[in-house]
């Protein structure tokens, strides 16, 4: 059996820094790829270098298997959506029920991206962080959109491509558990100190949960996510029942 390579999909934020590990725990090879489609800032893809020379540095074991980064430029994407994540304007929901950051198909592009990357790199499975329990209701995040997908990419490039989402069923909080179980509290650190998730690219701003301004839809899922986990793991008591449970 070919041995599994993986391909993540990696944005230097909390998710697709857990996604990261996550694969460099299953898989006896991983890349990572990131795409730069003109952002309002370009913190996060400042923060995906740092975060992958900390896991060099702190976890030999997974830096041993972690191999190249690919940069894809897609600033075509910046050129046709015209939304919050790439243009200077406030946040906010829209008639169709989705944020101002929705950029359509992004999601679909970055995957028909890293399949080109994977094919050529000899690489078979790809992970993305996309979620839909504490999400914003982007269809393209959506487990049914992503299994359609898996199964377009493998015919299109006629050889399996397996399409992996860890998160898609756990909530923030659950994430952070998820990642506190791959890389103990010394990870937990790793993505409060050098991952980012606000959207307006917040980094003075020093939260116990990391950098953001606090007040943005990412920055208030990634703190009642944290703040979530942190108080289930104080109470012992329940720490223990749960155990128990499982
Ligand atoms: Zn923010």
Excluded at 14 to 38: H, K, M
Excluded at 74 to 89: C, H, M, P
Excluded at 134 to 163: E, F, W
Excluded at 218 to 224: D, P, V
């Amino acid at each position: 059996m070919t041995p599994r390579r993986a391909l993540v999909l990696f944005s230097g934020g909390q998710d697709s820094t857990t996604c990261l590990a996550w694969a460099l725990e299953r898989y006896p090879y991983v890349e990572t790829i990131g795409f730069d489609y003109n952002q309002r800032h370009d913190i996060e893809l400042e923060c995906r270098l740092t975060v992958r020379s900390q896991i060099y540095a702190q976890f030999p074991h997974w830096g041993g298997r972690l191999g190249e980064d690919h940069m894809i430029d897609l600033s075509l994407l910046g050129q046709l959506s015209d939304t919050a994540l790439t243009q200077e304007r406030e946040i906010e929901m829209t008639s169709t029920g989705l944020p101002n950051t929705f950029v359509p198909g992004r999601n679909l592009l970055f995957f028909n991206f890293a399949a080109a990357i994977a094919y050529r790199r000899g690489l078979n499975v790809l992970v993305g962080g996309m979620c839909e329990t504490d999400y914003s209701g982007y269809p393209d995040c959506r487990d049914n959109t992503l299994r359609s997908l898996q199964v377009s990419l493998s015919l299109g490039l006629d050889t399996p491509m397996a399409i992996e989402t860890p998160l898609m069923w756990l909530d923030k909080a659950q994430t952070w558990e998820l990642s506190a179980t791959l890389g103990g509290e010394a990870f937990n650190d790793l993505i409060v100190e050098y991952t980012h998730t606000c959207y307006l690219g917040e980094r003075s701003k020093r939260q116990e949960w990391g950098y953001g301004c606090g007040h943005c839809p990412a920055c208030a899922l990634r703190a009642r996510g944290y703040k979530a986990w942190r108080s289930r793991n104080s109470s012992s008591g329940f720490e223990a029942t749960d155990r128990m449970d499982l």
